[in-house]
């Protein structure tokens, strides 16, 4: 049950939309989990500054995961985030944060797994 939440400096067609949801979908595997429970979300267009700079191409991922996955896990999948924004957004890998929250307490359909 992942949540990949996108936030990125610029605009985001549906198709660029659909090419990383796709990319993400293949990739969450390897944390473990399946595309059959996975929810995408972009939010374009956001004020996003590093280094103190606003920089044109940057993006925040957060990834957050009923249960946990391992480091070596967490890397590949970092990996696979910021290979899937720089193909299809043009965002070099080191202006991509990527952020994980693994929790035991996960609801759905009015209850909690």
């Given at each position: 049950?992942?949540?990949?939440?996108?936030?990125?400096?610029?605009?985001?067609?549906?198709?660029?939309?659909?090419?990383?949801?796709?990319?993400?979908?293949?990739?969450?595997s390897?944390?473990?989990?399946?595309?059959?429970?996975?929810?995408?979300?972009?939010?374009?267009?956001?004020?996003?500054?590093?280094?103190?700079?606003?920089?044109?191409?940057?993006?925040?991922?957060?990834?957050?995961?009923?249960?946990?996955?391992?480091?070596?896990?967490?890397?590949?999948?970092?990996?696979?985030?910021?290979?899937?924004?720089?193909s299809?957004?043009?965002?070099?890998?080191?202006c991509?944060?990527?952020?994980?929250?693994?929790?035991?307490?996960?609801?759905?359909?009015?209850?909690?797994?």
């Amino acid at each position: 049950m992942p949540f990949i939440n996108t936030k990125y400096s610029g605009e985001i067609t549906p198709a660029q939309e659909d090419a990383i949801k796709s990319a993400l979908g293949s990739a969450v595997s390897v944390i473990g989990k399946t595309e059959n429970w996975l929810m995408v979300g972009f939010e374009p267009n956001c004020s996003l500054y590093f280094k103190g700079k606003k920089l044109e191409k940057i993006a925040f991922v957060e990834v957050s995961l009923f249960g946990h996955a391992s480091d070596s896990a967490y890397e590949k999948f970092t990996s696979a985030v910021c290979n899937a924004l720089e193909s299809t957004l043009g965002v070099p890998a080191d202006c991509v944060y990527v952020k994980y929250s693994p929790t035991d307490n996960w609801g759905w359909n009015g209850g909690n797994f």
